[in-house]
Structure formats: structure tokens, C-alpha cells
């Protein structure tokens, strides 16, 4: 294995260039420490087994740097990344803190008239419960009077339980409508392939410093402690919904399809702070995410913006987020709101004009480019999303995956593409000095282009991949975008050492797996079944839920899974009486959990007992480390 290696003279001329195009400097920093009430000098977290699951040391150098960037680090980047490295807790409004640096997101605490209300309880249990210790530490131990989730994704919710064991009894906990479905669906079907992909974004498995990871411009990277859900109790159904929460009042506004499905903000009138969740942070965001969701709708977030601006603008003096830090001042927070709400508006707009002028996706990405207004907006500015990205998912919501060119309905697999790009080029040899003459001439995106085939047409061709590596590599080095920067570093790293080895987990966890309605678990299944196995099979399976009254029938028939609810077949091969306890066993615990449940007679079989073998050997493992730089 290689290390990474410097930048070279091009890189550093590229970025010398684009330092000379940067904004001039604003008040990120002041407000970034504005606030601050205590926190760690250093910061590390433990589970209860004592491996670490949080830990901020490694991203020291940042704060002991100098403000001239290294010659491998994007200059607006490298400011990005420096403003906000203090762990600890900050106020926002009379009577609203934040926890930062906690988690990959911001916990959110609001004192009410007994207690406090915690918005968005970071990713794992043991990060917010040290999140909320640092709070006591500071304000006094309060009880937890209401919890409240601006969003369907985890790293707003998977901490709940590390804060309700300081609950006051049973207490409300509030969500948009549709969190819970969208919560618990988001990553089940195409789960693992989001996760191997995950890894490249965030860069999991590169070193933190100026030749590897630094964050993921949204905050760092995500914790890897236990992982949690509590169904919410009451729901947000529509904007402008108000309540009282432990004597405060939240003013609603719902806006989904923005960065979520399910999302919403929040407006706190009588303390004059507006809380926009991730529909307006100090980054561009993502309307389509590289580790792969379903697209976004730029237009509505658009729009829900401006509307933010309208119900809550007038009466706001400071606007604040899930991640970053808070933007104080009434002109203030309109500028900064009015700029995102324009910037994917933009990104929208454009798209469709070059779209209907006929250009492809790629075309599209290669000509449009921010405004100067909006460039000249250090948080409109490409750290976690990027134009390039977000106007081909713009592209993709219209008009789907397929750009319009015949030649591209049906394109040759990449392996056999690149074996005969190697055969045109008129062999290895010649191809490879192609591509480091390419390389040489500072020309990277071509020469990862003819590396990447001959790494296709010749996995093991030791000179090419690391060719293409050390491509990648600059320009990783580059790239403004921290997520853009994690994907091209760690596909150098893979293709010098090797896929890296992801850990096996339980994506879901157990308690987002008992909200997973049974349906949605026959899906997962139905994404498992291998259809060239069960073609020429048929078989009938009733699923009879003792305690939740649930019927179901299962049918494999025609290489395919398919269920109806609500009765079972007198002519089924096989039925399966069991609690729903018992299918989630089956889900987390695997083939081991099924045997104990059956011998515990949790799970009881009549009919064609062979044929639950045989059902179940139809379905297959998903490959955790797949390959993503070679075929």
C-alpha cells in the first residue's frame, strides 16, 4: 500500500487561483463563538463496553493550524472547516442552547417552565446523553418535558433514548407527519448499498488531516455509538400549527420534499429565534445525496424558504439550525434566508432552461455555475452539496436516469466497455501513457478517466490503479465540496489497499425495526429474494401475527415475492404463527434467533415444513464490501 502523496505543481496552481476568486471575509467566525458557555478542551465519548463512539481530538490540527491553507486542502474549504472546531454548549436566544460538536448534527435545548425541550437528539444514545450532562453542567439538571424531531433522518432522532431517561414521565414527543414511515423506510430497501456508499462520503475510513478527511461540510462524521428511536406521540399536520411545550409555544411550519421527506421548522415568538432545521445551513446542500436517497425537490424548497421569510422573518432576531451556527440579526437572517432560498431556485430554473434547449445532464453540470451573488455567499457556497451534483438530480426528477442520446439506451457494461477502450487505444502500454501524459499535464479528470478502464479491463494491473489513485487524489485535494473530497481520497485508498472492510450492522436497529410495518419488512425480503434461484418455484406461505391481528399471504411465483393482507390461504404450502417480537428476532438475529424462537415454540409451523427451508434459501445476503473502484 501507498501513501498519500503531496499536491503537485498543478493542484497547487489550481488552488492558488481559486483562493484569488474567494468572497472577502464576513463575521462566520464571531458568530460561529458567539454564545459559548463551556465545554471540553478535548472531547471523546465512550459506550458503556468502552470503545469510543465520538471522538473530536483527531481534528486538533485544525485549531492549532494557521490560517494559510496546506497545498493539499481547497482554500474555502480549509475556512469552512476551521470556523466551528470548539465542542461545547452555546446560547442562541434567552433561554435556547445548543450543544455543537457532539455529533455530526446540533442538539438543540429549550428551558421551559419545568424543564427543558430537546430538539433533534443527535445520532447515538451515548453522545446525547453526554450532550445533555454538558448542558446540566452548566444551566442546572433540569427534567426532559418534550422532545422534538425536525426530521426523518437519524442524525436528528437516533439519540432520543440517551435524553428520555432524564424524562419527566411520559412526555410529548413531536414530529412532522409522515416521520415515522419515512424514518424507518429510508434506508430498508436499498440499505447496504446506501451504507458502502456512506463510507466513501464521509470518508469513514480515512485518516482526519490536510491529506485526508475533515469533515463532511455539513459538520464531521457521524458517531458510531447504539442507535435509537422513540415513535413520536403527536404530529405537525400543517404549517402554522401552534403548541405549547412545557409552557413554550412553537409556532410549526411544515416543509416537505425539502431536505427530508418529512421535515419541518419551528418558530419560538416570544423568543424572537426561528429554527430552520436544513432547509438553510451555512453550506449548499444536497438535493440529491451521494450516498443515494430519492431526489429532492428544489423548486419546493425554494418556495417553502420564501415562505419562511414571509410567517416568521419580521419577527425573528436570530435564525439557527441542525448543523453549523446561528445568523443573528433581523437584515442579517433575511439576506442569508433570501440567498438560499435563491440559490435553489436557481439551481432549479437553470437546469430546466438548458434542459428544454436539449443538453444532457453531463452538458448541464459543465455550464452552469452560480451567480456572483450567490457565489459571493460564503453559505451558499458547495461544502456538502455541489452545482455539479444537485443540477443533474434536478435533471433526474424531470426526466429520470436516461439523457436522450440513442447511443446511451443501452450502453456496454463497463468491464467490456473497458476492455475495448483499451483495444482502441491499441493496447495497455499505449493507454497507460496516455494517461499519465494526461496526468503529467495536470489534466485529472482525464486521467482518472482512461485509468478507471484500465483498472476495469485489468483489475489486478498494479500501475494503473495506482495512476488512477494518484488522479483521484488531487483531485480530491481540489474539490471545495468536503463530501466530493471524502469520495475521491477514499477511492485512492481503495484502489492502492484494497476494499476496506465495512462493518456489519443492523442499519435499522432494533427499535427502528419494531415501527417497520410488516409490509415494509415483506419488501426488504422481496429485495433479497435472488430471482434467477426461484424462477421455475412456486410456493404459498400464510403469515398468521398472534398478537397484532395481522393476516398475511406471501407468494413466490414467477421469480418474484408478493404479499396480500389481511386473510390467509386454506391451500398455503406452509403457515407461520408467530408474535411480532418473533419477526423481529428473525430480522436481527438471523437464522440462530430462528431456531430459538421455534424451539421456544414463539414460532409455531403447520402444513409443508420443508418449504420454510426452501423459502428461505431463495433469498440472499447483501455483499457488505462490495467492490465500488473495480468491476
Same mark, same amino acid.
Given at each position: ?13 489550481? /488552488?492558488? $487561483?481559486?483562493? $484569488? ?180 462520503? +464521509? ?148 437546469? /430546466? ?45 424531470? /426526466? ?55 483498472? +476495469? ?50 442499519? $435499522? ?75 423481529? $428476532? ?31 434459501? /431463495? ?6 464490501? +462490495? ?5
Amino acid at each position: 500500500m501507498s501513501e498519500p502523496k503531496d499536491a503537485t505543481e498543478a493542484t497547487r496552481r489550481t /488552488l492558488e $487561483a481559486a483562493a $484569488a476568486g474567494l468572497p472577502g471575509e464576513n463575521d462566520d467566525a464571531e458568530s460561529a463563538a458567539r454564545g459559548f458557555v463551556g465545554g471540553p478542551e478535548s472531547l471523546v465519548i465512550k459506550g458503556s463496553d468502552g470503545q469510543v463512539v465520538w471522538d473530536m481530538t483527531g481534528y486538533g490540527f485544525l485549531r492549532d493550524a494557521g490560517a494559510k491553507p496546506p497545498a493539499t486542502v481547497h482554500p474555502s474549504l480549509w475556512r469552512h472547516v476551521r470556523i466551528d472546531t470548539r465542542p461545547g454548549l452555546y446560547e442562541v436566544a434567552d433561554g435556547v442552547f445548543q450543544v455543537r460538536g457532539y455529533d455530526i448534527s446540533n442538539m438543540t435545548l429549550v428551558e421551559g417552565e419545568r424543564g427543558v425541550i430537546v430538539v433533534d437528539p443527535l445520532i447515538s444514545i451515548e453522545c446525547a446523553r453526554s450532550a445533555l450532562e454538558l448542558y446540566y453542567k452548566h444551566r442546572g439538571e433540569r427534567p426532559v418535558t418534550g422532545v422534538v424531531y425536525s426530521h426523518s433522518h437519524g442524525d436528528h432522532f437516533g439519540g432520543v433514548r440517551g435524553v428520555l431517561d432524564r424524562a419527566d414521565g411520559e412526555i410529548p414527543i413531536w414530529a412532522p407527519e409522515r416521520f415515522l414511515i419515512e424514518a424507518v423506510s429510508e434506508n430498508v430497501l436499498a440499505g447496504n448499498a446506501m451504507m458502502r456508499r456512506g463510507g466513501f462520503m +464521509f470518508g469513514n475510513f480515512l485518516e482526519r488531516g490536510p491529506r485526508g478527511q475533515l469533515g463532511s461540510g455539513i459538520g464531521w462524521t457521524s458517531s458510531a455509538g447504539n442507535f435509537s428511536l422513540a415513535p413520536p406521540t403527536d404530529e405537525v399536520t400543517r404549517t402554522g400549527q401552534s403548541e405549547k411545550l412545557d409552557g413554550v409555544r412553537f409556532v410549526f411550519q411544515l416543509v416537505p420534499e425539502t431536505e427530508a421527506p418529512a421535515e419541518l421548522n419551528f418558530h419560538l415568538p416570544e423568543r424572537h429565534a426561528l429554527y430552520v432545521a436544513e432547509t438553510a445551513t451555512h453550506t449548499h446542500h444536497n438535493v440529491l445525496t451521494l450516498r443515494g436517497a430519492q431526489v429532492r425537490d428544489a423548486l419546493a424548497w425554494s418556495k417553502y424558504l420564501n415562505e419562511t421569510i414571509e410567517l416568521f422573518a419580521d419577527e425573528s432576531e436570530v435564525v439557527f439550525h441542525g448543523h453549523h451556527w446561528p445568523t443573528w440579526g433581523r437584515a442579517e437572517l433575511v439576506r442569508f434566508l433570501k440567498a438560499h432560498r435563491d440559490l435553489y431556485r436557481y439551481i432549479h430554473d437553470q437546469t /430546466l432552461r438548458l434542459m428544454n434547449r436539449g443538453l444532457t445532464p453531463t452538458e448541464i453540470a459543465s455550464e452552469v455555475e452560480l451567480p456572483p451573488s450567490a457565489a459571493g455567499h460564503w453559505s451558499c457556497r458547495g461544502y456538502y452539496g455541489t452545482v455539479s451534483h444537485n443540477v443533474r438530480a434536478v435533471y433526474q426528477r424531470y /426526466l429520470g436516469y436516461f439523457d436522450g442520446v440513442p447511443a446511451h439506451l443501452d450502453p456496454v457494461p463497463p468491464a467490456e466497455a473497458a476492455r475495448g477502450y483499451v483495444d482502441l487505444a491499441g493496447g495497455v502500454e499505449p493507454m497507460l501513457a496516455k494517461a499519465r501524459a494526461a496526468f503529467e499535464r495536470g489534466d485529472y479528470r482525464w486521467a482518472a478517466e482512461l485509468a478507471h478502464h484500465l483498472v +476495469f479491463a485489468d483489475p489486478e494491473r498494479a500501475e494503473a490503479r495506482e495512476l488512477e489513485a494518484d488522479a483521484l487524489e488531487q483531485l480530491g485535494y481540489q474539490s471545495e465540496s468536503a463530501i466530493w473530497r471524502n469520495y475521491l481520497l477514499t477511492g485512492a485508498l481503495e484502489l492502492r489497499s484494497g476494499a476496506q472492510e465495512t462493518r456489519e450492522v443492523v442499519a $435499522a436497529g432494533r427499535d427502528v425495526a419494531r415501527n417497520l410495518p410488516v409490509d415494509m419488512v415483506f419488501d426488504a425480503m422481496g429485495s433479497r429474494l435472488n430471482g434467477p434461484r426461484a424462477a421455475g418455484r412456486r410456493m404459498v406461505v400464510n403469515w398468521d401475527f398472534t398478537d397484532i391481528g395481522e393476516r398475511w399471504v406471501m407468494t413466490v411465483e414467477n421469480a418474484a415475492l408478493s404479499t396480500v393482507a389481511g386473510r390467509l390461504d386454506d391451500d398455503a404450502d406452509v403457515t407461520i404463527r408467530l408474535t411480532r417480537d418473533a419477526l423481529d $428476532a428473525l430480522i436481527l438475529g438471523g437464522p440462530g434467533a430462528a431456531v430459538k424462537k421455534y424451539v421456544t415454540r414463539q414460532i409455531k409451523l403447520s402444513g409443508k415444513r420443508r418449504k420454510l427451508g426452501e423459502l428461505i434459501s /431463495l433469498f440472499e445476503e447483501p455483499e457488505l464490501g +462490495f467492490d465500488v473502484v473495480a468491476p
